[in-house]
């Protein structure tokens, strides 16, 4: 059994689990069925965060030769995750295969809409290396005219992105009647997606909405079902928990967070690792006759566009990505708009700021906020979080 595997393994050679694992009085012997999974403790970001490479990463695996990538960076809590690039290759490849149920064809057009890596630039999409398929990459923190112009220029007939950019779009489109981007499907993962989101992307784009919730750490988590209105859960090598606050599963139609265990990445182990998004379970199985479980609802992130007092609507990743580009290393942070025309960033950082720090800081960011704009860089011991329970990386007051 895989589960039965993969707690062996991080016993026997990942020091972070075998110390909490001996601190909880549990051995793997005990772990014997899936229902065994809630004896285990939860980990936490933060607990990783803490640990020395040589304590999450296993014995005999050499971190330098592992795929070492920074998780989107914009939850707040930058935190670097390894994986061997087998490993990498299955991450990746659930992805794709939800892209391919939501419709992707070979010799498709796509246009890609996230934040992009310095690796990985603007017009070097991930899938154009298949060799079968047209891709475009735009950098979601563009203003939305300057998007809707190369995706006119591209003619995308699959379009995937962030939800709240995508809407974004759509609101553009509607607004300017620009009804020339005309693609097959629109996929949407990174942000929250609603209803009347939904519905305006759709009438701009006139096409289905295709939603996947998914991290970094872990890859594809729940996907849409084309028929029930729900997500489906039980994607292959994961383990999805939905745990209310007492620490119980959630039933259909309660809710809980998301605490997800990774059967096959063995380089550094996710073991009952908490999302911190709350979701609310659907129907067990789904209605459409798939012997899945679902959910019916998730609360996740939803990025704010700041409003500049020249008009623009600038993406807050427009300043994050500079920001942490240049910062040192970081441990939590939140970008605050606190009026038109002044910004905080706020950072917990591993070692002091000294001049130099903040003088590339606001040579990175100043000049993306244009005059008459304040930027301030506090220094902070902590972020708290909101009453419930989750801290907001990036927060406009404008308006409220």
């Known amino acids: 059994m895989r589960l ?5 393994h991080a016993y026997e050679r990942v020091p972070f689990y075998r110390e909490r694992f001996d601190r909880a009085g549990v051995t793997p012997a005990d772990i014997r069925t899936l229902d065994d999974l809630s004896r285990l403790p939860v980990t936490e970001k933060a607990d990783l965060i803490d640990r020395p490479v040589e304590a999450i990463v296993a014995r005999g695996v050499d971190p330098q030769g592992l795929v070492s990538t920074l998780t989107s960076g914009y ?19 659930g992805w794709l295969e939800d892209l391919i149920r939501a419709g992707l064809r070979t010799g498709d057009r796509v246009a890609t809409l996230f934040s992009l890596r310095r690796e990985r630039p603007e017009g070097a999409g991930p899938f154009a290396a298949l060799g079968v398929l047209h891709e475009t ?33 759509a609101d553009e489109i509607a607004r300017t009647d620009r009804g020339t981007i005309r693609p097959r499907v629109v996929w949407v993962s990174g942000e929250v997606l ?14 289905p909405v ?25 994607q292959p090598g994961l383990v999805v928990e939905v745990l209310g606050s007492d620490g119980r599963p959630s039933g259909a139609g309660e809710t809980g967070e998301v605490v997800v265990t990774a059967l096959d990445f063995l380089a550094a182990p996710f073991i009952r690792y908490r999302l911190t998004d709350v979701v609310t379970r659907g129907a067990d199985p789904c209605p459409c006759g798939e012997n899945t479980p ?13 409003q500049m007092p020249d008009g623009r609507m600038l993406h807050p990743y427009r300043i994050l990505g500079p920001a942490i580009a240049v910062a040192p290393p970081i441990r939590q942070y939140q970008l605050v ?4 025309d002044r910004i905080v960033l706020k950072l917990v950082c591993e070692a002091p700021l000294d001049d130099e720090d903040r003088r590339r800081l606001r040579e990175s960011v100043e000049p993306l906020l244009g005059p008459g704009v304040g930027f301030r860089i506090e220094t902070v011991s902590s972020i708290p979080a909101n009453p419930s329970g989750k801290s907001r990386p990036v927060l406009t007051l404008v308006g409220r």
Do not use: K
């Not at 939850?75 to 490849?93: I, K, M, N």
């Not at 563009?142 to 709240?164: C, D, H, K, N």
């Not at 708009?337 to 038109?340: K, V």
């Open 337 to 340: 708009q606190e009026a038109r």
């Open 194 to 207: 609603t209803p009347s989101a939904r519905q305006l992307i759709e009438a701009a784009f006139r096409a």
């Open 137 to 169: 990459a735009v950098d979601c923190a563009r203003e939305p005219g300057e998007i809707l112009e190369l995706l006119e220029a591209a003619r995308p007939t699959f379009v995937r992105g962030m939800a709240g950019v995508i809407a974004r779009l």
């Open 294 to 306: 679902t959910l019916a609802h998730i609360e996740g992130r939803t990025i704010d566009y700041f």
């Open 75 to 93: 939850s707040g809590e930058p935190f670097l995750v390894r994986r061997t690039r087998r490993e990498q290759a299955r991450w990746a490849r």
């Open 210 to 234: 295709h939603n996947a919730y998914g991290t970094h750490e872990v890859g594809l988590v729940a996907a849409d079902c084309r028929s029930s209105g729900l997500m489906h859960l039980g």
């Open 4 to 8: 039965r595997r993969l707690v062996g």
